[in-house]
């Protein structure tokens, strides 16, 4: 079983959905959850960032942390086109190196 | 030059050659890392320098070869790949090694490999 586990996609959807990207995780020691997002022919950029359980805020993202079902969600509200990317979950535990997902490619048609 | 810079942005060999990766970060950052990233499959952590020590090297096989002469540069050395080494290297670099607390690491665009 994969440490992170995380459904590669594509993920197509119109402009202006709602869109949920999703990563479930083996670790129980995890703390630290992050969303990355990588453009075509870049490097990944950190999205979010969110300690322990709950949710976090910032624009149109929200990242979700359910640590008792393992599970954590990132939710873009009016989607668009220039959301297109990959999104990879990273997630880690004190002392340890970051934990990635594979990523899921999104696509937001206009 | 802002941010982490990568060059070569795209690197063909064959399986007999030497070359290098070359990563800067302009960032005053004092770790500074190198990733492989294959196809479907998550981002392999390869090594770790702080402060210009190797403080993690992942088991990666010898024909890759990391060198970090100060804070600001990366490099990684590259001979006698094989076919199944082709992948975006990406270098990345962070405040310090506690990256993991923030998940703060700022990426490069990567060095497209091709191994023939």
């Known amino acids: 079983q994969k440490e992170v586990e995380q459904d590669p996609g594509p993920l197509s959807v119109p402009e202006g959905a709602i869109v949920s990207l999703n990563c479930t995780y083996s670790n129980s020691a995890f703390q630290y959850f992050m969303w990355y997002r990588q453009y075509s022919r870049k490097g990944p950029e950190l999205l979010m960032y969110?300690?322990?359980?709950g949710n976090k805020e910032d624009g149109r993202f929200t990242a979700q942390v359910d640590k008792s079902s393992k599970y954590i969600s990132l939710f873009i509200r009016d989607s668009q086109p220039s959301d297109s990317a990959t999104y990879l979950c990273?997630?880690?535990?004190?002392?340890?190196?970051?934990?990635f997902g594979a990523g899921t490619i999104l696509r937001v048609k206009s | 030059e802002t941010g982490v810079t990568q060059t070569p942005r795209h690197l063909v060999m064959g399986m007999t050659n030497k070359k290098s990766l070359k990563c800067e970060q302009h960032?005053?950052?004092?770790?500074m890392y190198w990733y492989k990233q294959s196809a479907k499959k998550p981002l392999e952590l390869m090594f770790v320098?702080?402060?210009?020590?190797?403080?993690e090297n992942n088991s990666v096989p010898s024909r890759f070869s990391p060198e970090c002469p100060n804070s600001s540069h990366l490099f990684l050395h590259l001979h006698t790949l094989q076919p199944e080494d082709s992948a975006l290297y990406l270098c990345a670099s962070s405040q310090d090694p506690q990256y993991q607390i923030t998940g703060e690491l700022f990426f490069g665009e990567g060095s497209r490999l091709t191994v023939l």
């Open positions: 960032l005053g950052h004092n770790a």
């Open positions: 990273a997630m880690s535990q004190y002392g340890n190196k970051l934990v």
């Open positions: 320098y702080s402060l210009e020590e190797r403080v």
């Open positions: 969110t300690y322990s359980s």
